[in-house]
Nanobody, 119 residues
């Protein structure tokens, strides 16, 4: 079982930047796809970006062009660099790890980190 340790959230003015980190604890990210999700009250969590060990990256939504997902060489920590932040980016951001096998899907979530973008 892998634990996800998040850090880097906070308060920033519109147009500013933040970098979130998600570190593996208790195991490694081997075999997992790592994603960053965000959630606002009353809404479902939405995928912001994802990456796998081969550095295949996906930005499915409005983060494309402003956010950058990356990983360290050891594939132990995944980062989300958020530039040109907007008030609508305000949310709790969650790190997620998923591993698919023939018989099961394994999902793990971090504790969440608050990002607040002020006008």
């Amino acid at each position: 079982e892998v634990q996800l340790v998040e850090s880097g959230g906070g308060l920033v003015q519109a147009g500013g930047s933040l970098r979130l980190s998600c570190a593996a604890s208790g195991s490694t990210f081997d075999g997992f796809v790592i994603g960053w999700f965000r959630q606002t009250p009353g809404k479902q969590r939405e995928l912001v970006a994802s990456i796998n060990r081969d550095r295949y990256i996906n930005y499915p939504g409005s983060a494309r062009g402003r956010f950058t997902i990356s990983t360290d060489i050891a594939w132990n920590t995944v980062y989300l660099l958020m530039d040109s932040l907007r008030p609508e980016d305000t949310a709790v951001y969650y790190c997620h790890a998923q591993r698919l096998t023939v018989v099961a899907t394994y999902d793990y979530w971090g504790q969440g980190t608050q990002v607040t973008v002020s006008t």
